[in-house]
Structure formats: C-alpha cells, structure tokens
C-alpha cells in the first residue's frame, strides 16, 4: 500500500505565528496532492492543492510547497488565526490510481 | 451551494444488524467516494463510482461491504452483519470529474456497532 506520513502528529503556535505542516510521501509516481483540514465531527475541508508539475502554490495565507526530490510536501499557514486550529491532512494521488491516500494527520493548536 | 450530504449523521446498531448509510453529492459531480476513518487516523478508500458504476472497490474490506449509485447521484453504502470493527466515521465525498480533481467531503456519518 502506499504511505503518506507526517512529521509532527501535533503542532502548537502562538496566534500571529506562521505555522509549518510537513508530510512526507512514498509513491514517485504521485502526482496530485491536495491538502485538508479537519475540525472536530466534520469532514475534511479542502485547503489547496498542487500538481507535480509545480513546485509552489499560493492561496489565501496559505501557500504549498512540493519537493519532488525528496518526495516531500508542506503547508505553510500564515498569521495562524485560533480558527486554524483542527487536524491537517495531506492526501496524494498516484497518477495510475483512483483513489486519494491520507496520511494520518497534524493535530494544529493555535495559543490564543 | 449545497455541499455533500451524508445522512444519518450518527447511527447505533446492534452486531449482526444490517445497516444502510446513504450520501447525496454536489450536483453535477459525476464521482463520488466512500471513506472509512477510525479516530486518530486518516481516511481510508472504500470504493469509487464513475457515475453509476463502481470504477474501483478495492477496498472495500469483504463481502459484508456493498455501495450503489444506480442513477449516478445519490449512493448508499450497505453493511450487512455489522461486526464491532465496523465502528468508525463513514465519510462521502465527490468531485468534478475523478482523481484529477478534488474531492469534497460530507461531514460522515458515525457508525456505532455495540
């Protein structure tokens, strides 16, 4: 099967603070990674999303950055808001497959 | 517009009971996803249909496990003899098109198998 795991399960950062997610993927083959957020009893909520062709990607205070070299994927947020805080996911897709791999999350607590 | 919707949003069911778990996609998706995600940890594929077929339902865990989409909109999961290990969040989720674009998830629905 595939893997897709992440550094930290858990994150804390000052309100105000950028915040760094990382996430690290096995499939070389993967070309599509989207990252989520999920707060407690909802479902993930797509955040943004990169393909392999791309090396970054901006949105609203969030930006993705991917190396495909080391087959690693980040998120940064900036000026992390309480709001922000929830569980983030990074997802990949491998360009032969049908379906989305999870890692198993970053927990993300922002200190008021 | 409306999201993807996932009903019931909580169901307790007794081991061995036959249990349905229905999903109503954003309009106008024609894929549409089922995910399974025990706490603590990420989702896990179940299947996905292509509009009304299932394109892939390779993990679908055994043969208790059943999904149908037959007018390529809403889909239901079925379970039948439920077992404790069913115990999870069932999450629906559709896009545009398929794998090339993103999937938008419904809020799951929490199965509970005492």
């Known amino acids: 099967g595939e893997s897709v795991g992440l550094h930290l399960p858990t994150l804390s950062v000052q309100e105000g603070d950028n915040s760094i997610i990382n996430c690290a993927y096995s499939?070389?083959?993967?070309?599509?990674f989207i990252w989520y957020k999920q707060e407690s009893g909802k479902g993930p909520q797509f955040i943004i999303d990169?393909?392999?062709?791309?090396d970054k990607r901006q949105g609203q205070r969030v930006t993705v950055l991917l190396n495909k070299t080391v087959k690693h994927l980040s998120l940064q947020i900036a000026a992390t808001q309480p709001g922000d805080s929830a569980v983030y996911f990074c997802?990949?897709?491998?360009?032969?497959?049908?379906?989305?791999?999870f890692g198993t999350g970053t927990s993300l607590t922002v200190i008021p | 517009g409306a999201g993807v919707s996932q009903t019931p949003s909580n169901k307790v069911t007794e081991k061995g009971k036959y249990v349905e778990l229905r999903c109503d996609p954003i309009s106008g998706h024609t894929a549409l996803y089922w995910y399974r995600q025990s706490l603590g940890q990420g989702p896990e594929f179940l299947i996905y249909?292509?509009?009304?077929?299932?394109?892939?339902d390779s993990g679908l865990p055994n043969d208790r496990f059943f999904a149908v989409r037959p007018e390529g909109s809403v889909s239901t999961l079925k379970i039948q003899r439920t077992e404790r290990g069913d115990s999870a969040v069932y999450l629906c989720?559709?896009?545009?098109?398929?794998?090339?674009?993103?999937?938008?998830f419904g809020n799951g629905t929490r199965l509970t198998v005492t």
């Open positions: 990169i393909r392999s062709n791309m």
């Open positions: 989720a559709s896009s545009v098109t398929g794998p090339a674009s993103p999937l938008h």
């Open positions: 499939n070389s083959a993967s070309d599509y």
């Open positions: 997802a990949e897709n491998p360009n032969t497959g049908n379906q989305f791999y």
């Open positions: 249909f292509q509009g009304t077929g299932a394109a892939d």
